[in-house]
């Protein structure tokens, strides 16, 4: 047995290091494909690794000149003008209508007068005061019963004593204390100017403050030459109020030429109408002395 193993063993061993013969045509194939497996890779490589050229930007034309072909347009000649037509004779004026008297015992009907609204002067014509005023549309009506339910008054009455004087309304001893501290240390001065300007200064001790002003402004002046400015006068509701007769234009130019306030009722064109009899005037004295 021992003999068999080892013959076993020799031949195993023998078996394994034995190379197969390879034919030449074989081993010419297989170097065949290998080279053709190796040029399929590289070229795979190349085209996978190339660089990727990116296509040009369109073209974009910045500036074009464009020629366009326009037909010229027939002169149009203007129309001849029209003939002249022979003048017409005017026509004849309408026969006037004389007004025919009324029949005996016939009904006449006289028409209103036409409404003027202003005088000869240039003067508004106002309607006359009416004598009697007219009745309300709305009539208020007061309350009724007791009118004073709804006041709260307190039914202790207040009395002074004779202490009352010692003691502002409204203020507490402190305040007082203050204000007249302030008061009694408080100097004042004024310091007059030329042209009749004044400057009131004034420093308080207590307050560590001071300050200087000037006078108020002027009130404003009244207004009593401008018609305008003035308020028509009221009229009672009776109707009798006395309504002032405006003064004549002649009267209203001599106000104003001799610098005085108009009165009221002058028309508001007073210096223009003086300006024009002024003017009259001139021309009415050339005319008598040429």
């Known amino acids: 047995m021992a003999a068999l193993d080892e013959a076993v063993r020799i031949a195993r061993t023998?078996?394994?290091?034995?190379?197969?013969?390879v034919e030449p045509a074989q081993r010419r194939l297989a170097?065949?494909?290998?080279?053709?497996?190796?040029?399929?890779?590289?070229?795979?490589?190349?085209?996978?690794?190339?660089?990727?050229?990116?296509?040009?930007?369109?073209?974009?034309?910045?500036?074009?000149?464009?020629?366009?072909?326009?037909?010229?347009?027939?002169?149009?000649?203007?129309?001849?003008?029209?003939?002249a037509l022979p003048a017409l004779p005017p026509p004849a004026p309408p026969p006037r209508r004389h007004p025919e008297p009324p029949a005996k015992n016939a009904l006449v009907v006289q028409a209103p007068p036409?409404?003027?609204?202003?005088?000869?002067?240039?003067?508004?014509?106002?309607?006359?005061?009416?004598?009697?005023?007219?009745?309300?549309?709305y009539v208020q009506r007061m309350p009724q019963?007791?009118?004073?339910v709804m006041q709260h008054d307190s039914p202790v009455k207040y009395r002074g004593t004779r202490f009352e004087k010692d003691w502002g309304h409204g203020e507490n001893a402190v305040d007082s204390?203050?204000?007249?501290l302030v008061d009694k240390t408080t100097v004042k001065k004024t310091i007059r100017l030329p042209g009749g300007i004044r400057i009131h200064c004034a420093v308080s001790l207590a307050m560590l403050a001071g300050g200087c002003g000037g006078d108020p402004p002027p009130p404003p002046s009244a207004k009593d030459g401008d018609e305008r400015l003035n308020m028509a006068p009221s009229r009672s509701l009776d109707g009798h109020a006395h309504v002032p007769q405006p003064p004549g234009v002649d009267a209203c130019i001599?106000?104003?030429?001799?610098g005085k306030p108009l009165a009221y009722?002058?028309?508001?064109?007073?210096?223009?109408?003086a300006v024009d009899a002024e003017l009259r005037e001139r021309a009415a004295k050339g005319a008598e002395h040429p």
Do not use: N
């Open 14 to 21: 023998q078996r394994r290091w034995h190379e197969s013969p």
């Open 31 to 83: 170097w065949i494909v290998a080279l053709l497996l190796h040029g399929l890779f590289a070229l795979l490589a190349w085209y996978a690794m190339r660089p990727v050229t990116p296509p040009p930007p369109p073209v974009v034309p910045e500036e074009i000149m464009q020629v366009r072909l326009i037909s010229a347009t027939p002169a149009v000649h203007a129309p001849p003008p029209p003939l």
């Open 114 to 137: 036409a409404p003027r609204l202003f005088d000869a002067h240039g003067q508004p014509l106002l309607p006359a005061t009416a004598s009697t005023a007219p009745t309300p549309g």
């Open 145 to 148: 019963g007791d009118t004073q």
């Open 177 to 180: 204390a203050l204000q007249k």
């Open 254 to 258: 001599a106000m104003y030429r001799a």
């Open 265 to 273: 009722g002058c028309p508001v064109d007073t210096p223009d109408r």
